[in-house]
Each structure stands twice: as structure tokens, then as C-alpha cells.
């Protein structure tokens, strides 16, 4: 159950019906850390990036399909999932589901430095990139940047 709240917080997808604000984008990133190091040893170990996942293989196939993981996501924040599924499924051709192969290369897009071991530097750094790419997904749109 642990991981199942931890991904939601994770994506920063909630049932509420009012658009969610995330900034300032470093201390969203920072909690997301510290709810998603299970084991508390100061890094996300590849071990606990597929805790995260595992609540939304529904059918333990050992892969999350679109449907699997969009069907826990409600609106506000549906497209701004929807963006979120699609960074997931990084292993080329994008196929639809998550799986060891896209939790290795996600895995090693945080990993900034390639040492194996995603810091907190590290995985806030990722977020905090994740969240100011897809600002107009996820804030609230009376604060939505402008764009010409």
C-alpha cells in the first residue's frame, strides 16, 4: 500500500477537483524523495522505482499498460499523466507499458552522473525538471505561464 500512495504522490496525481499546485517545484521534488526512499537509505535505488509501479500492474503481468496506470488518474491532472506514462515508456519503440527495460533506461535518465545510485540531488533535480517542463499540464490555469 506504501508504494501505491508514494506513486500517486509521486506523479502528483490526487482525486481533488481542483487544479494542484506543485511549486515551489524543489520542495514538491524533495517530499517525492522522501516518501519514495522506502528503505531510508538516502537514494532511490532501482529496487524501489519498481515498488512504486508495482500497485498498477493489475494484472501482475510484470508490466504496467496505459490503461492500467490512466485508470487511477482522475482530472485535474489526466494529461499532465498522460505526458507522464509517455516519459515512463522510454525504451524505443514506445509500446505501451512499462516494463524492466523502460525502469532501467527511466532509471538512468535520473541518474545524472551514471554512478548507478540516484541521489537526492539527483532525483530532485529530475522532478523539479519534470514539473517546470510540463507547467502548463499541472498548474492551476489562472497561473499558467503565458504564452505569445
Known sequence: M???IV?????GITLAQDP?????YNVTA????????YNGNGQF????LNDV?????????????RHEYLHFISQPLYDFAVILFEDYDCAPPPDGFVDDVDFDLYYSEMDANQDGM???????DHWIHV??????????SSQAPVTP
Open 2 to 4: 506504501k508504494s501505491c
Open 7 to 11: 506513486f500517486v504522490c509521486m506523479i
Open 20 to 24: 494542484i499546485d506543485f511549486r515551489p
Open 30 to 37: 524533495l517530499n517525492l524523495f522522501y516518501s519514495s526512499d
Open 45 to 48: 535505488d532501482r529496487s524501489e
Open 53 to 65: 509501479f508495482r500497485n498498477y500492474d493489475v494484472n501482475h503481468d510484470g508490466r504496467v499498460a
Open 118 to 124: 540516484v541521489v537526492i540531488s539527483e532525483f530532485v
Open 131 to 140: 514539473l517546470e517542463k510540463n507547467e502548463a499540464l499541472h498548474m492551476p
